[in-house]
């Protein structure tokens, strides 16, 4: 079972910054917190992981609070190439990706 | 940019029929994985391999699937007799065997049992 509570679904505007909230009150100390997103009728693509401190790519951030308990994923501009279901997931070491429902992020012109 | 292969990308068959799938992984990845995803809901772990040994099959159907990496590298990914339930997107990832690093999945085989 996934160890994550994302919400079903949530819009945002097209330029604007999309923040995606995940809780994980479970996790342990050696899991991470990843990030991958789906785009309709294509393979999962990974986003961006990380342990406890915040972290940033070309594609997005990480905030992960102090307590390790919830994190959010903040998309800086929004595009509506954007638009997907985005999965957050914990996990340790080598163990498999275990996926829940995720959120689905609808960019809106 | 370094890619997970997959092939076919769609696959009609009858049911009762054979069906099999090819995974190429990234170069130098070790961790193999096969994930199948029934449309609506998120990927669900079928088998995971380190090298060419099975490291979990626990949530591989054996009495009709199978999946093979006979020398490390690509993969095999079985299933006969195909059955109408087993209509589905089923998706190749790999990563390298570091612990906690990302993996990277294809774009996956759509499989459609008529």
């Known amino acids: 079972d996934a160890k994550t509570t994302q919400p079903t679904s949530m819009d945002c505007a097209e330029g604007r910054a999309a923040n995606l909230p995940c809780n994980h009150s479970?996790?342990?100390?050696?899991?991470?917190v990843y990030w991958y997103r789906q785009i309709h009728s294509q393979g999962p693509q990974y986003i961006i992981h990380?342990?406890?401190n915040n972290e940033t790519n070309e594609m997005a951030s990480l905030i992960i609070t102090e307590d390790r308990k919830s994190s959010t994923l903040i998309l800086p501009h929004a595009t509506l190439r954007d638009t997907a279901v985005y999965y957050c997931?914990?996990?340790?070491?080598?163990?498999?990706?275990?996926f829940g429902k995720g959120t689905r992020l609808s960019v809106i012109a | 940019e370094a890619e997970v292969a997959q092939s076919p990308r769609y696959k009609i068959t009858e049911k009762s029929q054979a069906v099999a799938f090819w995974c190429d992984p990234i170069s130098g990845h070790a961790t193999l994985y096969w994930y199948r995803q029934i449309l609506g809901q998120g990927p669900e772990l079928l088998v995971q391999f380190q090298d060419e040994s099975v490291v979990d099959d626990s949530q591989l159907p054996k009495d009709r699937f199978s999946a093979e990496r006979l020398k490390g590298v690509d993969s095999t990914l079985k299933i006969q007799p195909a059955e109408l339930g087993d209509s589905a997107m089923y998706l190749c990832?790999?990563?390298?065997?570091?612990?906690?690093?990302?993996?990277?999945f294809g774009q996956g085989t759509r499989l459609t049992v008529v």
């Open positions: 990832a790999s990563k390298t065997g570091t612990a906690n690093t990302e993996a990277f």
């Open positions: 997931i914990v996990k340790a070491g080598n163990t498999p990706l275990v």
């Open positions: 990380g342990l406890k």
């Open positions: 479970t996790i342990s100390g050696n899991e991470y």
